[in-house]
């Protein structure tokens, strides 16, 4: 198992920066996919980034393509995702999640949280207008 715990977020003004963190214990970081999820109130939990296990291949979802980068220090078992010129539609709980694929599947991306089998316990992240 993985225990992950997110932290880096905050209130940021329209157009500013946050960068998250994700950080991992329990296993070797190395050998997980790693995703990005928000959810706002009302609203039900939406795809961000993902990242494969080897950090070679990322995916974004279309609204934050361009203006966040989701990266990973293995060393560290940390990912992180920057977020720049950010929008009040950003306004959301950020979660991390995580997910077991071997080494055939270094490159494997997931967007759909119920891939997923490891979630922290998310991050506010708000951003006024």
């Known amino acids: 198992q993985v225990q992950l715990v997110e932290s880096g977020g905050g209130l940021v003004q329209a157009g500013g920066s946050l960068r998250l963190s994700c950080a991992a214990s329990?296993?070797?970081?190395?050998?997980?996919?790693v995703g990005w999820f928000r959810q706002a109130p009302g609203k039900e939990r939406e795809f961000v980034a993902a990242?494969?296990?080897?950090?070679?291949?990322?995916n974004y979802a279309d609204s934050v393509k361009g203006r966040f980068t989701f990266s990973r220090d293995n060393a560290k078992n940390t990912v992180y995702l920057q977020m720049n010129s950010l929008k009040p539609e950003d306004t959301a709980v950020y979660y991390c999640?995580?997910?077991?694929?071997?080494?055939?599947?270094?490159?494997?991306?997931?967007?759909?949280?119920?891939?997923?089998?490891?979630w922290g316990q998310g991050t506010q992240v708000t951003v006024s207008s």
């Open positions: 999640a995580a997910v077991y694929t071997s080494y055939s599947g270094r490159h494997y991306l997931a967007s759909r949280p119920e891939e997923y089998d490891y």
């Open positions: 990242i494969s296990r080897s950090g070679g291949s990322t």
């Open positions: 329990g296993r070797t970081f190395s050998i997980y996919a």
